[in-house]
């Protein structure tokens, strides 16, 4: 019989906040209208232990136009709170997607018709 240890960092790896598939399907397809309309230009992706975050980028080397960040609750990891920042101040702050995600398409039509 072989003794078979676990890695460390699976084990961290299981505390770690990301978006899941749906709510990725969900935030890409508010990038890839943005994109069509000439608004964005790139994103990415981070996450941690404390959260995850979304980046939408104007330019490649510029700073980040909008973020999502998802927070875990602290009481149970399967409700989680999004938040919509812009230049580090919060715009909205809910725990369903789409109400935060319906606040930044009326933020970003604003930028197109300015």
């Given at each position: 019989m072989q003794l078979?240890?676990?890695n460390k960092n699976l084990k961290q790896n299981n505390?770690?906040?990301f978006f899941s598939k749906d709510e990725l399907k969900l935030i890409l397809q508010l990038y890839s209208i943005q994109v069509?309309?000439?608004i964005l230009k790139?994103?990415?992706i981070d996450y941690g232990k404390r959260l995850a975050v979304f980046s939408f980028y104007r330019h490649t080397y510029d700073k980040p136009l909008f973020e999502i960040e998802k927070y875990a609750n602290k009481k149970n990891k399967f409700f989680s709170e999004f938040i919509?920042?812009?230049n580090k101040k919060i715009i909205e702050k809910n725990k369903s997607l789409n109400i935060v995600l319906n606040r930044l398409e009326k933020k970003f039509s604003l930028l197109k018709t300015n």
């Open positions: 078979i240890k676990l505390s770690l906040i069509a309309n000439g790139d994103y990415a919509i920042k812009y």
